[in-house]
């Protein structure tokens, strides 16, 4: 199976794209508007021949990954593909292989996205549910691995059984991808893909607006 992979959780945007006979990334940190450098990228990769759509839906940065996620579902919708809907903290910690691996995202406002996983074998295994908390919340009392952005950022206040990742806010799409040949999720079709923010959004659009029946307060209202 060839996978086109998106991944725009954090920071530093990547493509990519896994095949039989090959493997590809390209990356960008601190991406303004984010869709004038995805798009020629993604457009290159397009000229390999894809079966499959494979993006991150979070946690992460809300309008990134909005961008990332459309982006993925306008492809899959307009060649027929299924998309492949990746955890952006599994991704991040598929990277490294540790029996204890926290993958970490800046949530800002002095708080993190974060999951444990055992990355032994090729497909992650979750230890804890992901979680918006707070880096001491986070923490495991056990040694382990810190990968991503959170982790880069909050690495001078890492406890010494906590060891920061080489390369801990690399791009994350080509795993996105590998994950997705790997079978972590079931396929499915564009239409219902959901993404995965666990904080509410400040936003909400004011009650005069009429919220649709069955749309949790703060939730999200459309990619």
């Not at 708080?111 to 880096?135: H, I, M, N, V």
């Amino acid at each position: 199976m060839n996978v086109l992979a998106i991944d725009t959780a954090g920071p530093v945007a990547s493509v990519a794209w896994v095949g039989e006979h090959g493997e590809h990334q390209v990356e960008r940190r601190g991406v303004r508007n984010a869709d004038s450098w995805l798009m020629p990228q993604i457009s290159e990769f397009l000229k390999q021949p894809v079966d499959a759509i494979a993006v991150s839906i979070g946690p992460g940065a809300f309008t990134s990954l909005r961008v990332g996620v459309a982006m993925a579902l306008g492809i899959a919708e307009s060649r027929h593909l299924p998309v492949f809907p990746i955890s952006s903290l599994m991704a991040r910690a598929a990277l490294i292989s540790s029996s204890r691996t926290l993958a970490l995202l800046d949530a800002r406002k002095q708080r993190l996205y974060g999951q444990l996983f055992d990355t032994s074998e090729a497909l992650p295994k979750p230890l804890t549910d992901a979680t918006d908390s707070d880096l001491v919340e986070l923490l495991p009392q056990k040694k382990c691995i810190a990968i991503g952005e959170g982790a880069l950022v909050y690495a001078d206040s890492l406890p010494p059984h906590i060891r920061l990742a080489t390369g801990a806010d690399r791009g994350a799409a080509l795993s996105v991808a590998k994950l997705a040949r790997l079978g972590a999720v079931q396929a499915c079709d564009a239409a219902e893909i959901q993404l995965h923010y666990i904080r509410p959004p400040d936003a909400v659009p004011p009650k005069s607006l009429g919220v649709p029946v069955g749309t949790p307060a703060g939730g999200d209202y459309g990619i």
